[in-house]
Structures are given as C-alpha cells and as structure tokens.
C-alpha cells in the first residue's frame, strides 16, 4: 500500500485524531500576534483543510498540498462552504515540484514530526525548494516534554532546532497544545517560527 492509499484509510476509517475540525489556536495567536500578515502560503499535509480554510478567510493567498484525495475532497467542500479559494495539490510533500515562485509562508502542522524520522533528506530538500530567504516557517510539532501513550511523534526542543539549523534562523519556540475534536485539550507540541537564511 502506497502513502496515498495509506492515509485515504485513515480518513475513510476515521481514525484521524488530529483532524479537530477546528483551526488551529495556535496559527490564530501567531496571526493574531502579526509575526505573520497575509501573503502568499504553502500550507504542508493540509489534511481535510481546515486550516487552510481559516487562512484564506483571513486574506492569505493559499495552497494547500495533501497526498490523500479523500482528505482534499472534504478539504475542497469545506473552502465551497466558506466562499473561498485554496489552490488544492495532491501530492506526496518530499515530492514536490519546485514552484513557480518560493512562499513568503509556509505552515507546517504535523508534516515535520512525520517525515524528520523516516525521510528527513526529503523533509530539507522539500523545504529548500518551496523557501527563499525571508520566508517563515511556522511548525506546530510533537514535543517530548510529556510522556503520552497516544498522540503525535514528538521530539526535544535542541532536536527541533538543531533539524531546522541548516536553513534556518529561529524567531522562537515555545509550548502549545493541540487541541482534539471537540475543542478538548490534546497533546503537548511546540510552536516554532523559523526564517529561512
């Protein structure tokens, strides 16, 4: 089974706890905080495009990369609902084509603790090709800091910044938590804005 058929299953299961349906607070108080004003955005593994949405509400030029189709069909009815426009790619995101121009932004919740450990060449070369200097890099990630038996991949913060060393320069890091469907209190992660050198 292939990444595409693998994470189309785990949408047509729904065994997608990630998937609040909510936008992220997080992305909401780095906006809200203007580190961030609307521009042109990559949005990496968008899912079924919630955030996505909520920044093309916001005035963001928005494009949004997922490899399940069934999570961008839902992802496409959501930005219908709403009235707005999201340029939606299906694609595996350490396979992307090099854009016509690189993002002033891209937004990464999740796709960076799912791809460091198995494809982390990849993961860089990919960020590489959609970056120029100046562009920021908000990444909502794992964090070790607590012990969970669920929950997503998650790593220290000297791991998170010496990962990002090679392209970037860190605004800042600090703690969040996801929030799980419901709006309930989900896992501990860190929020990292990096700017690419």
Same mark, same amino acid.
């Given at each position: 089974? %292939?990444?595409? =058929?693998?994470?189309?299953?785990?949408?047509?299961?729904?065994?997608?706890?990630?998937?609040? /349906? @909510?936008?992220?607070?997080?992305?909401?108080?780095?906006?809200?905080?203007?580190? &961030?004003?609307?521009?042109?955005?990559?949005?990496?593994?968008? /899912?079924?495009?919630?955030?996505?949405?909520?920044?093309?509400?916001?005035?963001?030029?928005?494009?949004?990369v997922d490899c399940s189709e069934l999570a961008l +069909? *839902?992802?496409? #009815?959501?930005?219908?609902?709403?009235?707005?426009?999201?340029?939606? &790619?299906?694609? +595996?995101?350490?396979?992307?084509?090099?854009?016509? =121009?690189?993002?002033?932004?891209?937004?990464?919740?999740?796709?960076?603790?799912?791809? *460091?450990?198995?494809?982390?060449?990849?993961?860089?070369?990919?960020? *590489?090709?959609?970056?120029?200097? %100046?562009?920021?890099?908000?990444?909502?990630?794992?964090?070790?800091?607590?012990?969970?038996?669920?929950?997503?991949?998650? @790593?220290?913060?000297? =791991?998170?910044?010496? =990962?990002?060393? +090679?392209?970037? $320069? &860190?605004?800042?890091?600090?703690?969040?938590?996801?929030? $799980?469907? %419901?709006?309930? #209190? /989900?896992?501990? /992660?860190?929020?990292?804005?990096?700017?690419?050198?």
């Amino acid at each position: 089974m %292939g990444v595409s =058929e693998r994470w189309d299953e785990r949408y047509r299961e729904g065994t997608t706890p990630w998937d609040s /349906g @909510l936008p992220s607070a997080e992305l909401r108080r780095v906006v809200s905080e203007q580190w &961030i004003v609307p521009c042109r955005v990559l949005e990496l593994g968008c /899912g079924s495009g919630t955030n996505a949405v909520w920044l093309a509400q916001q005035g963001f030029s928005v494009t949004a990369v997922d490899c399940s189709e069934l999570a961008l +069909d *839902r992802a496409r #009815q959501k930005a219908d609902k709403a009235g707005v426009a999201v340029d939606w &790619i299906c694609a +595996d995101v350490t396979k992307l084509p090099t854009p016509a =121009e690189p993002f002033p932004f891209v937004f990464d919740r999740g796709c960076f603790h799912c791809l *460091r450990r198995d494809l982390p060449a990849e993961l860089q070369a990919t960020l *590489r090709n959609v970056t120029t200097s %100046g562009t920021k890099y908000l990444v909502l990630t794992g964090n070790a800091n607590e012990q969970r038996e669920h929950g997503p991949p998650s @790593l220290t913060e000297d =791991e998170l910044r010496s =990962e990002l060393a +090679d392209l970037f $320069d &860190i605004e800042f890091v600090r703690e969040f938590h996801f929030a $799980d469907p %419901g709006g309930v #209190q /989900g896992p501990l /992660g860190w929020s990292c804005l990096a700017v690419r050198r």
